[in-house]
């Protein structure tokens, strides 16, 4: 066996590390946390820097010392004794004191930092509620009356003021472009601001639960979009409505006069919705609008591979969304797609409210790009695998299987091929998500 | 504590019955006062009333491992394996009241 | 009393107590085969805590992985972590407490020899409690740190959680046992002359962890009473219904897991303290420093806890007190780094494995030192808190910290304990792979944390520019466990046939190597006498000591010493033949342990439903453990 | 956790084996687990502390509560019959001190007839003792009558698990008393066992002292 000598990995070794530093310069990192996008990673990075560059002060003169001291003063046969040094109070007092003075220069601007990042939110501030599910991400405007799941929207250039609560166990929201993250919180509300930089317009990020939260923890994403403070207008004017653009939905759409009569979807708001919406709610129908998928990255598209649920996918095609509606609301569907006890979708009878309602809002869940808390792209094909077995594709999912004879794993027992849905009643659930956009 | 066997614990003094006494009757007296306090509405309701209690408590407190516990004979070895410990707790239980928002 | 040199010395290697066989080590008392069952089985975890690794590293390596059940990882996930604390870092430095401290003090064992045997049965059985149900599918998964409410009953229903709570609380006993017996015996046992700023620097860390552990695992303690409370008897600590705050739990735990992670290192780095000197044929440099700055990290490793908890809104009042409270701790921990280096500046250096191992800890953890550091300032920290960073810190600290003090301490004590030596170029091998697979695992993890990676998670999406990261991380653990293999495999070898070690094979300072390798079941024939910081030293090289102060007495004791010509016996005297009285054998700690074992396995009983069942197991339980009790506190020890 | 601080019974003979500081092993691993039960008992105070007023539902210590559904709980705390139960505790300390002095004094003069009898004193530690754990049997009882158990809300929780702690060193307490007296019945203590007393005795006291802290924290301060 070679004989390794220090002398001769060290260099080996400091190459290894000094390649991967490179590596991390070079590549293509969309969710890195070095970016400057707000204030409030600014203060992190600046205060990254500086230990930065102390820490690797430190660790030169650290290393340093040691080797040389390794290749100096290795034993020579017949060489003298070495001198029987018990210690030297002025060498230990400085190497005291030193570290101390480094210290210094780290804990001011931390504390400042600290101070500032915490100041309470500019009262004019755009209030998001951020609502933490096993395994999804709610999120509630209640100054626009927008509660909606798994896609956030921001304007750049206005300061947001998260609340954040849980309806079960912790969790923890961040956009690590974005800045440091906050958890959610039992029995507590907690706060985050910060204000996207305008040259943010137009870009979508990834964000993650980083608190562990049990099975779908790693599932637990979603997608940020900041765009202009005039999308975000057209988007929220959009979405506080009802869904539109589906024929099946004319018929709430009759009912969009009475939607406007309807009190406001009742919230539990944490925040008083103070300032009055900018746009009332209105009955003239406003466009659609959504964060445009062409300007998404390869990044911002999940790559979770599909299980092996199969689907007869000629019949997406074929989707009635009537048919789907008359599934989703018809009382007499109740058995076997009790949707609606989970969800809302504004405009339809619902049997579960906002806050007591168990899944994402669908109200417009036509009109987004990712679903299941960013697990899977939202197309045809994957939301019909979806409803025919969830937890078969999100671990733990507190959605049920509803495909006949499909196998639900989180309860270890099949849909029995009567109470569940066929391919083609699906395929019309699907048609109809699809049209609420 | 460098050669520690000089004072081996044979050779301290101890308390006496008439301390024990005395000691047994400030603990009484202490706490008829605590009750009693806790049976004055003004003083409860006075900013003085905690720090009152407190401190006549940890005046028992005190007491009793002083002489009961004969800490204040024995060996210093046993003084600082209590009081070490009971500093550290006690710099815990306030921080946690800080913590909690209590303080 | 005897001067040193008049102690028998010894040179053949045979196994000191001839008992052999399953009984003997059942019931056996001294301190040194108590140290070996800690090693052996600590051995066995880290074999079984890096298998884990293996695992998740596995299924980490590319985007998307389907090895193995989002469940399963999150079982396997915490099962490392805890597995790795709990079984494997604190028993090994529990092994050397055992082995050495007694050896170090000049002793002829612990204060409590039974209530060793006890604390080493408590964690024998505990850990099979908490390790067995992985076999079921029901292992603990709640992460290492088992936040409420996602440990409670309401979201963590199952078995789970219920054998990571009691299997806790169980290897708690042990700990705390331990601890009293070591305080005990480091105040109480030390030979004439060994002042405490006389001990040697292992012992010193020892002493100071040990009062870490009494002061920390009562906490953790009631936090898991009130837990375990809640899981059984319908309590509401932490049930979030009835009002129960989550962040009790975090801060209780924190307040046990910072001093933890202080009771994790400080061992390794008083092993360390033992071999740079030694091979640098010098002291320890600034002794007296290197006492007081463990001294100050244990203390001021309980007002920091709350560092752990950057993210759960505290306000800035408490962040900074506890930002600024953490980085002190690195003021007393530099001048440690800066001290062995010191102690090697001017040395005459030689670098056996043990030296490698030890200089490894000096430069590795430096490195999770200062991402500790990083850690510290909290509007940087919510940029780091739950990714891979931290995990790059704890394993650079933890495994490039603790892992590689032990091993240092492993190679040093090894002809002590079996008199023959390890290979060293097997030893070579270890460590360069060593070396090269922890940098390789760990340093791309402190990339894919600041790239965004969030850690406890069992898969991630591909195109988030972590792949590289990950991939490395992954064949840098294969590295680990291909170095681990040779370990294992140099270990047992030499064991049996390694090259024979003499009593003081490297020329070190301390106590422990004026005995024979392996030492007899009563270590010293006579209680030496101490007469200096470093006694073998003052007898085999008394010129390199000449510059040290000595008291007249000591300098007369040394002077006589050298007056009696050194003499080896050839015979291995027995303990009987010098009059030497020694512990009973007995099985007692052994029964008691197995009572508390069982009594707390009849809760688990209970959770099935089976009440009856479940009363009659605990009853049975205690009254085994109290019937064991008693007979063992009612028979002589010796 | 007792049984680390008992199984040094016995451990050693120390008096036959050198010792650095001449202190006995027993006495300083007492010492050193007394130290532990600080932070045990620290954790559990501190957790009712910061329970306390957060409980979402009645009884309270305090005050009274009416329940949604019309009933109405007084305020549990009984204050008076708490009293007389830590009155009888702080006697039963000086009834230990003076058991101590007994035993180490066997024989000397001043220590003839009742009062200098070890096993009267043991006897009455063991009683106040026992008649604090009755005490707190009636407490126990009387609160769930009014409504308060374990399950019924944050206060029952860390109330009933502070001071069933206690309660649990108080019992333990008292069987160690027994068996030091059944010992003294059996073959008399006398100055050898002087050390064996007075470590039970520091258990004792402790156990003492924190009632003295719970009694305040507790029930006094509102
Ligand atoms: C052996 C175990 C060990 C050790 C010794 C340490 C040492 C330190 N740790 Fe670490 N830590 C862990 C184990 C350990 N840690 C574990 C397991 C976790 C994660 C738990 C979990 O979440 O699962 C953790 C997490 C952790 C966090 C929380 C991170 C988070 O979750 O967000 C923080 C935050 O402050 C922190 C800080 C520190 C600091 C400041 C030190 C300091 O003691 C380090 C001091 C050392 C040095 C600084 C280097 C030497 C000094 C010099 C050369 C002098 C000059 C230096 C300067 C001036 C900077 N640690
Ligand atoms: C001392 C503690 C310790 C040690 C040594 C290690 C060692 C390792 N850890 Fe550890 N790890 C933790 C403590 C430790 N870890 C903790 C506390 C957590 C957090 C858990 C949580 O989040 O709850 C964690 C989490 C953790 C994660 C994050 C999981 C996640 O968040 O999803 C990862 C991922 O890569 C990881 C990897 C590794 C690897 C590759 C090693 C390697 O270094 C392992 C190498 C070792 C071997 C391959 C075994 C070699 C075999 C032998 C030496 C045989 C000897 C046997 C005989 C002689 C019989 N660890
Ligand atoms: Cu939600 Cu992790
Ligand atoms: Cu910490």
């Known amino acids: ?437 | 504590m460098s050669n520690d066997r000089a004072h081996a614990d044979h050779t301290h003094e101890h308390p006496t019955w008439k301390q024990y006494k005395w000691v047994a009757l400030w603990l009484f007296v202490i706490t008829v006062i605590e009750v009693w306090a806790y049976y004055i509405p003004s003083f409860v309701a006075s900013k003085a009333f905690v720090p009152a209690l407190l401190i006549m408590s940890a005046v028992k407190f005190t007491v009793v491992v002083m002489f009961y516990m004969h800490l204040k004979y024995d060996h210093q070895i046993f003084r600082r394996l209590f009081g070490g410990p009971l500093l550290i707790a006690g710099a815990t239980v306030v921080a946690f009241l800080f913590l909690f928002g209590k303080l | 009393m005897a001067s040193l040199a008049a102690s028998p010395t010894h040179a053949s290697a045979a196994s000191t107590s001839e008992q052999t066989g399953l009984w003997s080590w059942l019931t056996t008392v001294d301190h040194k085969r108590i140290g070996m069952l800690y090693l052996y089985t600590a051995l066995f975890y880290l074999l079984v805590g890096g298998l884990e690794a293996l695992v998740l590293r596995t299924q980490l390596a590319k985007p998307n992985m389907g090895l193995i059940s989002a469940e399963t990882y999150n079982q396997v996930f915490t099962m490392h972590g805890t597995t790795m604390i709990f079984l494997v870092v604190m028993p090994l430095s529990a092994a050397f407490f055992n082995y050495l401290i007694p050896l170090q003090i000049g002793a002829r064992d612990v204060a409590f020899p039974r209530l060793n045997a006890f604390s080493y049965w408590v964690y024998a059985l505990g850990g099979l409690f908490i390790t067995l149900p992985i076999f079921f599918g029901v292992a603990p998964n709640g992460g290492w740190f088992g936040y409420a409410p996602l440990s409670g009953p309401t979201y963590g229903g199952g078995f789970n959680m219920d054998f990571w709570v009691l299997g806790l609380q169980i290897l708690g006993i042990s700990s705390l046992a331990a601890a009293f017996n070591f305080i005990t015996t480091i105040i109480n046992l030390r030979a004439p002359g060994m002042t405490l700023m006389r001990m040697p620097m292992f012992t010193w860390m020892s002493f100071v962890v040990q009062f870490m552990v009494v002061l920390a695992f009562p906490v953790v303690t009631a936090a898991l009473f009130f837990l375990q409370f809640d899981r059984f008897f319908g309590t509401h600590f932490y049930e979030v219904a009835a009002g129960g705050d989550p962040l009790l739990w975090q801060h209780l735990f924190w307040v046990f897991g910072h001093p933890e992670v202080y009771i994790l290192i400080l061992p390794a780095f008083g092993l360390v303290s033992e071999v740079l000197p030694t091979h640098s044929r010098k002291p320890l440099f600034g002794y007296n420093v290197m006492a007081y700055s463990g001294i100050m990290i244990g203390f001021l490793g309980f007002g920091v806890w709350a560092h752990h908890m950057f993210a759960v809104g505290m306000g800035p009042v408490a962040d900074s007190i506890f930002s600024v409270a953490t980085m002190l701790i690195g003021i007393p921990t530099g001048v440690k780094i800066f001290n062995w280096i010191a102690t090697m500046y001017g040395g005459s250096l030689r670098f056996p494995v043990s030296m490698k191992f030890a200089i490894g800890l000096v430069a590795m953890f430096t490195i999770g030192g200062i991402s500790g550091v990083m850690h510290a300032s909290p509007p940087s920290d919510l940029q780091q808190t739950d990714t891979y960073f931290v995990v790059a810190h704890f394993h650079y600290v933890l495994y490039g910290g603790a892992m590689l003090g032990i091993f240092a301490g492993l190679y040093h004590y090894f002809p002590k304990i079996t008199g023959r030596f390890m290979s060293e170029r097997l030893g070579e091998w270890h460590f360069w792979l060593n070396f090269i697979g922890l940098n390789l695992t760990f340093f791309p993890m402190h990339f894919s944390g600041m790239l965004g990676m969030p850690r406890r998670i069992y898969t991630y999406d591909a195109g988030q520019g972590w792949d590289l990261f990950n991939l490395m991380s992954t064949s840098g653990t294969y590295m680990l466990l291909i170095a681990g293999l040779i370990f294992a495999y140099n270990f047992f070898t030499s064991r049996r046939n390694g090259a024979l070690a003499s009593n003081d094979p490297w020329g070190a300072p301390t106590l422990e190597w004026s005995i024979p390798s392996p030492p007899p079941e009563y270590n010293f024939a006579q209680i030496p006498e101490v007469t200096s910081r470093y006694p073998m030293w003052d007898l085999k090289a008394p010129d390199r000591m000449a510059g040290i102060k000595h008291t007249h007495a000591d300098a007369a004791v040394i002077a006589e010493a050298h007056a009696v010509p050194v003499h080896e016996e050839t015979e291995r005297r027995t303990a009987q033949e010098l009059g030497i009285p020694m512990p009973f054998p007995t099985i007692k700690p052994f029964m008691v342990a197995l009572g508390i074992v069982i009594l707390f396995s009849g809760l688990i009983v209970m959770h099935a439903g089976n009440f009856p069942l479940a009363m009659a197991t605990m009853l049975g339980g205690a009254a085994f453990m109290v019937g064991s009790l008693y007979a063992w506190l009612t028979s002589p020890l010796e | 956790m007792s049984t680390a601080a008992t199984a040094g019974a016995h451990e050693a003979h120390e008096h036959t084996h050198y010792t650095t500081t001449g202190l006995h092993h027993r006495k300083i691993a007492m010492w050193a687990f007394i130290g532990s039960e600080c932070m045990l008992f620290g954790s559990l105070i501190t957790t009712y502390l910061v329970y306390k007023g957060r409980s979402v539902a009645g009884p309270f210590p305090h005050e009274a509560w009416t329940s949604p559904d019309g009933k109405a709980f007084p305020a549990i705390l009984d204050i008076p019959v708490t009293s007389a139960s830590t009155f009888v505790l702080l006697m039963s300390s000086l009834f230990m001190v003076l058991a101590l002095a007994a035993v180490e004094n066997k024989g000397k003069p001043g220590y003839e007839g009742r009062l200098g009898s070890s096993k009267f004193w043991l006897a009455a530690t063991a009683a106040a003792g026992a008649t604090f754990l009755g005490f707190q049997a009636f407490e126990f009882t009387s609160f769930v009558h009014h409504g308060l158990t374990i399950k019924t809300n944050l206060f029952g929780s860390s109330f009933f698990t502070l001071t069933g702690f206690h309660g649990a060193h108080v019992a333990v307490g008292v069987l160690w008393l027994m068996t030091m007296l059944f010992i003294d019945i059996k073959r008399g203590l006398g100055p050898k066992d002087a050390l064996n007393v007075d470590i039970m005795a520091l258990y004792w006291h402790f156990v003492d002292v924190v009632w003295i802290a719970i009694f305040t924290l507790v029930y006094l301060i509102k």
Not at chain 1, 238 to 252: D, R
Not at chain 1, 267 to 290: F, G, R
Not at chain 1, 391 to 407: D, I, L, N, R, V
Request: charged share 20%; aromatic share 10%.
């Open chain 1, 1 to 437: 066996m070679p004989k390794l000598h220090l002398r001769r990995v060290f260099p080996v070794a400091v190459l290894a590390l000094a390649l991967v530093a490179l590596a991390a310069c070079g590549g293509d990192y969309p969710n890195s946390t070095f970016s400057k996008n707000t204030e409030l990673n600014e203060g992190a990075v600046f205060l990254w820097d500086r230990m930065m560059l102390l820490g690797t002060i430190v660790f030169i003169v650290v290393e340093t010392l040691l080797v040389y001291t390794i290749f100096k003063f290795r034993r020579r046969e017949g060489g003298p004794a070495p001198r029987q040094i018990q210690g030297n109070a002025a060498l230990e007092i400085t190497w005291t004191a030193i570290p101390a003075l480094i210290l210094v220069f780290i804990t001011v601007p931390t504390v400042r930092t600290i101070f500032e990042n915490q100041r309470k939110a500019p009262a004019e501030s755009l209030q998001v509620e951020v609502i933490g599910h096993q395994w999804w991400w709610e999120f509630r405007y209640p100054q626009y009356g927008i509660v909606t799941a798994n896609e956030l929207y921001l304007p750049v250039g206005k300061t947001v003021n998260f609340s954040l609560r849980t309806k079960d166990v912790l969790h923890s929201f961040w956009i690590p472009q974005l800045g440091g993250k906050r958890d959610l919180i039992a029995n507590k509300v907690n706060h985050i601001w910060f204000t996207p930089k305008p040259e943010m317009d137009e870009t979508a990020l990834n964000g993650a639960c980083v608190e562990y939260c049990g099975a779908s923890h790693a599932n637990m994403r979603f997608r940020t979009f900041t765009v202009t403070p005039a999308d975000f207008e057209k988007w929220a004017a959009h979405q506080k409505t009802v869904a539109l653009g589906s024929p099946a939905a004319a018929a709430a759409m009759a009912a969009a006069d009475s939607a406007a009569k309807q009190p406001p979807i009742k919230t539990a708001s944490l925040i008083p919705a103070s300032s009055p919406a900018p746009h009332s709610a209105s009955s003239s129908s406003p466009e659609v609008w959504v964060f445009p998928a062409e300007k998404m990255s390869d990044f911002n598209w999940p790559k979770t591979p599909l299980p092996a649920t199969q689907f007869d996918e000629s019949l997406l095609a074929a989707g009635d969304a009537a048919a789907g509606r008359a599934l989703l609301t018809n009382p007499a569907n109740l058995g076997k797609a009790p949707c609606l006890t989970c969800h809302v979708i504004k405009g339809e009878t619902n049997y579960a409210s906002d806050d007591n309602a168990k899944g994402p809002n669908l109200t417009h869940v036509g009109s987004r790009h990712t679903f299941a808390a960013g697990l899977y792209r939202l197309d045809a094909k994957t939301l019909a695998l979806w409803i025919k077995n969830a937890p078969a594709m999100k671990p733990g999912s507190q959605m049920p299987t509803f495909g006949a004879g499909e196998y639900n794993p989180a309860i270890k027992a099949a849909v029995p091929a009567a109470a569940g849905l066929d391919d083609k009643q699906i395929a019309d659930i699907v048609a109809y998500l699809r049209s609420l956009k």
